[in-house]
Protein backbone atom coordinates (compact mmCIF):
# COMPACT_ATOMS: atom_id res chain seq x y z
CA UNK A 1 0.00 0.00 0.00
CA UNK A 2 1.48 3.54 -0.99
CA UNK A 3 1.78 5.70 1.76
CA UNK A 4 1.16 9.37 2.01
CA UNK A 5 2.86 11.19 -0.29
CA UNK A 6 4.21 15.01 0.40
CA UNK A 7 6.23 17.38 -2.12
CA UNK A 8 8.77 19.29 -2.03
CA UNK A 9 10.82 17.31 0.53
CA UNK A 10 12.78 20.89 1.62
CA UNK A 11 12.47 24.83 0.47
CA UNK A 12 14.30 27.24 1.67
CA UNK A 13 12.58 31.04 0.64
CA UNK A 14 13.39 34.36 2.28
CA UNK A 15 10.69 36.08 4.08
CA UNK A 16 7.69 37.82 2.77
CA UNK A 17 7.74 35.35 -0.24
CA UNK A 18 5.26 32.52 -0.96
CA UNK A 19 4.97 29.00 -1.02
CA UNK A 20 3.19 25.77 -1.62
CA UNK A 21 2.82 22.44 -0.59
CA UNK A 22 1.32 19.17 -1.87
CA UNK A 23 0.31 16.06 -0.40
CA UNK A 24 -1.32 13.34 -1.87
CA UNK A 25 -3.59 10.86 1.05
CA UNK A 26 -3.54 6.99 0.83
CA UNK A 27 -6.23 5.71 -1.37
CA UNK A 28 -9.52 5.83 0.31
CA UNK A 29 -8.79 7.70 3.71
CA UNK A 30 -11.25 10.47 4.18
CA UNK A 31 -9.89 12.61 7.00
CA UNK A 32 -6.37 14.79 5.73
CA UNK A 33 -4.24 16.58 8.06
CA UNK A 34 -1.73 19.60 7.66
CA UNK A 35 0.44 19.77 10.90
CA UNK A 36 3.00 22.07 11.97
CA UNK A 37 6.74 20.70 13.45
CA UNK A 38 8.82 22.72 14.90
CA UNK A 39 11.88 21.75 16.13
CA UNK A 40 11.93 19.95 18.90
CA UNK A 41 8.15 19.93 19.89
CA UNK A 42 5.27 17.84 18.79
CA UNK A 43 3.39 18.18 15.37
CA UNK A 44 0.65 20.93 15.97
CA UNK A 45 -2.38 20.31 13.72
CA UNK A 46 -3.43 23.53 11.64
CA UNK A 47 -6.15 21.80 9.26
CA UNK A 48 -7.90 19.02 9.21
CA UNK A 49 -10.37 18.10 6.48
CA UNK A 50 -12.80 15.17 6.13
CA UNK A 51 -13.70 15.01 2.44
CA UNK A 52 -13.90 17.91 1.02
CA UNK A 53 -14.72 19.99 4.03
CA UNK A 54 -12.77 21.67 6.42
CA UNK A 55 -13.68 20.08 10.35
CA UNK A 56 -11.43 22.38 12.34
CA UNK A 57 -8.83 25.05 11.29
CA UNK A 58 -8.72 26.70 14.61
CA UNK A 59 -4.85 26.90 14.95
CA UNK A 60 -4.49 27.82 10.97
CA UNK A 61 -3.00 31.75 11.24
CA UNK A 62 -5.62 32.33 8.24
CA UNK A 63 -4.19 36.05 7.64
CA UNK A 64 -1.22 34.14 5.95
CA UNK A 65 -1.67 30.33 5.31
CA UNK A 66 -4.52 28.70 3.48
CA UNK A 67 -5.20 25.26 2.44
CA UNK A 68 -7.48 23.45 -0.41
CA UNK A 69 -8.76 19.96 -0.80
CA UNK A 70 -9.13 19.11 -4.33
CA UNK A 71 -12.40 16.57 -4.83
CA UNK A 72 -11.49 15.06 -1.52
CA UNK A 73 -8.56 13.95 -2.47
CA UNK A 74 -4.90 15.76 -2.87
CA UNK A 75 -4.63 19.19 -1.09
CA UNK A 76 -1.76 22.17 -0.90
CA UNK A 77 -1.47 24.52 1.94
CA UNK A 78 -0.21 28.13 1.17
CA UNK A 79 1.77 30.38 2.88
CA UNK A 80 1.65 34.02 1.96
CA UNK A 81 3.48 36.15 2.94
CA UNK A 82 6.06 33.78 4.76
CA UNK A 83 7.61 35.04 8.48
CA UNK A 84 11.05 33.53 9.67
CA UNK A 85 8.57 31.99 12.30
CA UNK A 86 7.28 29.80 9.78
CA UNK A 87 10.38 27.70 9.67
CA UNK A 88 9.11 24.34 10.26
CA UNK A 89 8.41 20.63 8.98
CA UNK A 90 4.76 20.54 7.34
CA UNK A 91 3.42 17.24 7.55
CA UNK A 92 0.55 16.01 5.74
CA UNK A 93 -1.44 12.55 7.62
CA UNK A 94 -4.33 10.64 6.75
CA UNK A 95 -6.84 8.54 8.44
CA UNK A 96 -9.86 6.26 7.36
CA UNK A 97 -11.85 8.32 9.45
CA UNK A 98 -14.46 6.98 12.36
CA UNK A 99 -13.24 5.45 14.72
CA UNK A 100 -10.19 4.15 12.99
CA UNK A 101 -8.29 7.70 13.83
CA UNK A 102 -5.00 6.28 13.79
CA UNK A 103 -3.22 8.94 11.70
CA UNK A 104 -0.42 8.00 9.31
CA UNK A 105 2.04 10.67 8.05
CA UNK A 106 3.82 11.51 5.02
CA UNK A 107 7.82 12.70 5.14
CA UNK A 108 6.94 16.06 5.41
CA UNK A 109 8.64 19.40 3.87
CA UNK A 110 11.35 20.97 5.78
CA UNK A 111 10.73 24.55 4.99
CA UNK A 112 13.32 27.57 5.83
CA UNK A 113 12.65 31.16 5.83
CA UNK A 114 15.52 33.61 6.12
CA UNK B 1 -8.04 23.75 27.84
CA UNK B 2 -7.10 20.19 26.06
CA UNK B 3 -3.42 19.78 27.49
CA UNK B 4 -0.74 16.66 26.59
CA UNK B 5 2.61 16.49 28.66
CA UNK B 6 5.00 13.85 28.32
CA UNK B 7 8.07 13.18 30.39
CA UNK B 8 11.07 13.24 30.86
CA UNK B 9 12.09 14.84 27.69
CA UNK B 10 14.89 12.81 27.15
CA UNK B 11 15.71 9.66 28.45
CA UNK B 12 19.01 6.99 27.86
CA UNK B 13 18.97 3.83 28.12
CA UNK B 14 21.67 0.87 27.85
CA UNK B 15 20.82 -1.77 25.72
CA UNK B 16 18.39 -4.28 27.65
CA UNK B 17 17.37 -1.56 30.60
CA UNK B 18 13.80 -1.60 30.84
CA UNK B 19 12.06 1.54 31.33
CA UNK B 20 8.91 3.67 30.99
CA UNK B 21 7.28 6.62 29.58
CA UNK B 22 5.00 8.67 30.67
CA UNK B 23 2.14 10.82 28.91
CA UNK B 24 -0.21 13.44 31.26
CA UNK B 25 -3.71 14.22 29.57
CA UNK B 26 -6.39 16.62 30.54
CA UNK B 27 -9.39 16.53 28.59
CA UNK B 28 -12.64 17.00 28.91
CA UNK B 29 -13.31 13.02 27.93
CA UNK B 30 -10.85 10.93 26.09
CA UNK B 31 -12.10 9.50 22.64
CA UNK B 32 -8.85 8.10 22.00
CA UNK B 33 -5.11 8.35 22.72
CA UNK B 34 -2.32 7.36 20.56
CA UNK B 35 1.51 6.57 20.57
CA UNK B 36 3.63 7.58 17.97
CA UNK B 37 6.99 6.54 16.96
CA UNK B 38 9.65 9.60 14.85
CA UNK B 39 12.97 8.82 13.77
CA UNK B 40 14.69 11.84 12.46
CA UNK B 41 13.81 13.49 9.51
CA UNK B 42 10.65 11.30 9.32
CA UNK B 43 6.91 11.51 10.13
CA UNK B 44 5.57 9.95 13.20
CA UNK B 45 4.75 6.59 12.86
CA UNK B 46 1.96 5.18 14.64
CA UNK B 47 2.14 2.19 17.19
CA UNK B 48 -0.87 1.99 19.58
CA UNK B 49 -4.17 3.51 19.89
CA UNK B 50 -6.14 3.49 23.80
CA UNK B 51 -9.97 3.75 24.05
CA UNK B 52 -10.88 3.48 27.78
CA UNK B 53 -8.67 2.92 31.11
CA UNK B 54 -7.67 -0.39 31.75
CA UNK B 55 -6.65 -0.66 28.54
CA UNK B 56 -3.37 -2.32 27.09
CA UNK B 57 -1.53 -3.05 24.03
CA UNK B 58 1.44 -4.88 22.86
CA UNK B 59 4.14 -4.89 20.03
CA UNK B 60 7.57 -6.40 19.91
CA UNK B 61 9.46 -5.30 23.18
CA UNK B 62 6.66 -2.26 23.42
CA UNK B 63 3.49 -2.14 25.84
CA UNK B 64 0.92 0.63 26.51
CA UNK B 65 -1.27 1.24 29.47
CA UNK B 66 -3.85 3.85 30.17
CA UNK B 67 -5.87 4.95 33.16
CA UNK B 68 -7.69 8.15 33.42
CA UNK B 69 -5.32 10.90 33.62
CA UNK B 70 -2.02 8.99 31.88
CA UNK B 71 -0.60 6.54 29.82
CA UNK B 72 2.87 4.84 30.37
CA UNK B 73 4.97 3.38 27.45
CA UNK B 74 6.88 0.79 28.58
CA UNK B 75 9.99 -0.95 26.60
CA UNK B 76 11.95 -4.20 27.42
CA UNK B 77 14.86 -5.14 27.08
CA UNK B 78 15.59 -1.97 24.83
CA UNK B 79 17.73 -2.45 21.55
CA UNK B 80 19.70 0.41 19.91
CA UNK B 81 17.23 0.59 17.13
CA UNK B 82 14.53 1.53 19.33
CA UNK B 83 15.81 5.00 19.67
CA UNK B 84 13.69 7.42 18.25
CA UNK B 85 11.26 10.22 19.60
CA UNK B 86 7.80 9.06 21.31
CA UNK B 87 4.93 10.79 20.51
CA UNK B 88 1.93 11.15 22.93
CA UNK B 89 -1.29 12.17 21.42
CA UNK B 90 -5.03 12.47 22.37
CA UNK B 91 -8.41 12.99 20.60
CA UNK B 92 -11.13 14.58 23.00
CA UNK B 93 -14.79 13.43 22.56
CA UNK B 94 -16.70 16.30 20.92
CA UNK B 95 -14.57 17.54 18.48
CA UNK B 96 -12.08 16.35 16.22
CA UNK B 97 -8.56 17.97 17.06
CA UNK B 98 -5.59 15.67 17.95
CA UNK B 99 -3.21 17.18 20.29
CA UNK B 100 0.93 16.22 20.62
CA UNK B 101 2.57 16.47 23.38
CA UNK B 102 6.34 17.36 22.79
CA UNK B 103 7.37 13.57 22.98
CA UNK B 104 10.46 11.86 24.53
CA UNK B 105 13.77 11.09 22.95
CA UNK B 106 14.91 7.95 23.96
CA UNK B 107 18.50 6.74 23.40
CA UNK B 108 19.71 3.07 23.38
CA UNK B 109 22.87 2.47 23.78
CA UNK B 110 24.65 -1.00 22.74
Known amino acids: EAGVAQSPRYKIIEKRQSVAFWCNPISGHATLYWYQQILGQGPKLLIQFQNNGVVDDSQLPKDRFSAERLKGVDSTLKIQPAKLEDSAVYLCASSLGGRDTEAFFGQGTRLTVV | EDQVTQSPEALRLQEGESSSLNCSYTVSGLRGLFWYRQDPGKGPEFLFT???AGEEKEKERLKATLTKKESFLHITAPKPEDSATYLCAVQATGGFKTIFGAGTRLFVKA
Open chain 2, 50 to 52: LYS
